[in-house]
């Protein structure tokens, strides 16, 4: 007797749980492909069916992967907040995977909820490369789970949805206002690794700095306070400055706090602007301009996109770009306290 088991049959054709017991029970729900690659492992195999894989087939899934980067971010919390109150509404579960770049490699992860049978992945990782990519792509393809990327995107693709702003169009508007003030020296604070929103903050940067003939200055630090306070203190010793604009809210506070301390005053001497509009802001002194990003929404759409994506219906605009705003405060010289 054979002692194949369905499990055998997922890895060795390369799909879901849920794909063999279709192809299975409700061939017609399968792509041709997919159902004869399935029906020839079984046969090599010499798989027999039991009632688990046929109840596989009448299961209504609802669980939901999340795929997050580091859950000490004020932003991701917020969107999870929004990714939580929707899922509820539908009565879905949530597999909340987090990134450890020690341990857990990204592929690990994803391999871990295939074999979890998850409905659907909502990505939220914004450090994609284009192996990354790959790996979302078979998961979207081969496995047939549905993916939405939450807050991050991969250039010139649309083959994955994906819920954001324009960080372009934000990056060239907060460096615009600074360039309005009168500010010359403006520097673009961002990070050390490749992130590709960031990437989209720099680009609008670029181009505001280029339309005003201004020479553009990015300087590449760390989110870590404890590394990007020592950067801070050493390199504005020697550069001119006198505009900031930092990828995260949590690294504009940083710059500021390094700036009071050597007592340069904000923003008379310095206007300091961040990007998302969370908590660090308010609690900034002085407090915080920045682009306000709507997280919660960011985290609400997304989710309901992928409820469509699961539920197979039509989903129309594959790359959802909200609207953001900027609030203005003390850290500019235009604000609005």
Known sequence: MSKATIY?????????????SR????????????????????????????????GLASRKSTTV?????????????EMMNGIADIARVYKYSILLYIVDNEDNTEEDILKEIVAAQVDGLLYLNDEI???????????????????????????????????SIDYEVAGYEMTKALINEGRQHIFMVSTVRKYMVNDQKEQGYLRAMKEANLEAKIMRTSGRISIN?????????NHKVDG???????????????ARANHVKIPEDISVAGFQNTKYASLSRPNLTCVD?????????????LTKLMNQETVEDRTVKL????????????NEE
């Open 129 to 163: 490369t284009d192996k990354q990519h790959d790996l979302l792509r078979t998961i979207n393809n081969e496995y047939q789970i549905p993916i939405v990327l939450t807050n991050t995107l991969y250039p010139d693709a649309d083959d994955i949805p994906s819920v």
């Open 229 to 237: 306070t020592e950067h801070f203190n050493e390199y504005f010793k």
């Open 23 to 54: 192809a299975i029970n409700n061939p017609e729900k399968v792509k041709p492909e997919t159902r004869e690659r399935v029906l020839r492992v079984i046969e090599e195999l010499g798989y027999k069916p039991n009632a688990f894989a046929k």
């Open 323 to 334: 609207d953001h705003d900027i609030i203005y405060r003390a850290s500019t010289l235009k």
């Open 8 to 20: 055998d049959v997922a890895g060795a054709a390369r799909v879901s749980l849920a794909t063999v």
């Open 244 to 258: 900031v604009v930092a990828v995260r809210d949590s690294i504009a506070v940083s710059f500021i706090n390094v």
């Open 65 to 77: 992967a999340v795929v997050v980067p580091d859950m000490s971010r004020a932003s991701i919390a």
């Open 293 to 305: 990003v709507p997280i919660y929404d960011i985290g609400a759409v997304s989710m309901r996109v």
